[in-house]
């Protein structure tokens, strides 16, 4: 899959919290709490086995202006995902609105505000699209990890660090609040204390990023039986009169 490099709106901050630090269940011999693990993995099944399902987005992110300078943006998302190779991303908001399609063979990039669009060639699985994106591009959806087959293993790839934080409710939704560290980032998430086991809130700092960017997502209306549209549904239909430009110059388009 050949994409420009590409400069695209994220759902994700952080918070900062401070808590005690008896408040943390840390790892005695690893740095890793295998509860904490253990959670991670309860969370990856339920969305791994599931063949579609359809959430919301509410997010907070930090985007650099051509000052230099971080600014806040409120962002909200919708995403609609079939397995093994259907997705549907739209995101808005203060955000750029901007819609990204895959359909199996192809994704496409459609920035309504300034009706342009690019559509190009992917391969034939999710997984190697949501990888061919990130290495090729440094496009990084940050709900990607939870769209693979395997969430667990892309979150646990160069984990160093993983505690429980304790309980949270998020939306009236009882959690388990985990923090961890990877390579260039520090991230928390919180799942749902139900046999479900569904992400309610995911939080992150690029610390390999000057200053540090912050962004948060919060999930909400999970439906993991809904209806889908047909697989022509994820296709990309192309309104009247707009115009064709290269697949990074779209995501540039749709920044403010």
Known sequence: MKISR???????????????????????SSRIDPQALALLKRMSTTLGSTKSFTCRTEGILELPAVTGQFV??????????????????????????????????????????????????APPTMDAMLTGLKAETGMRFPTAPLLYSDPYAVLTRGLFSGVVVGSDVVDGVKCTHLAFRSPGVNWEIWIESSSRALPRRLATTFTDRPNFPRMMITFSSWNLNPWLLCDSGFVFHKPAKVQEIPFGSVLKSAKR
Do not use: Q, W
Request: net charge positive; glycine share 8%; charged share 15%.
């Open 72 to 121: 806040t943006f409120f962002a909200t998302g919708e995403i609609s995902l079939k397995r093994p190779n259907k997705l549907m991303i739209r995101i808005g908001g203060d955000a750029p609105h901007f819609d990204f399609y895959y359909d199996g063979s192809s994704v496409s990039a459609y920035a309504p505000g300034t009706k342009v669009y690019s559509t190009l060639k």
């Open 6 to 28: 590409l400069i695209i709106t994220s759902l994700l901050a952080c918070s900062a919290a401070f808590m005690p630090m008896s408040g943390l269940r840390a790892a005695t």
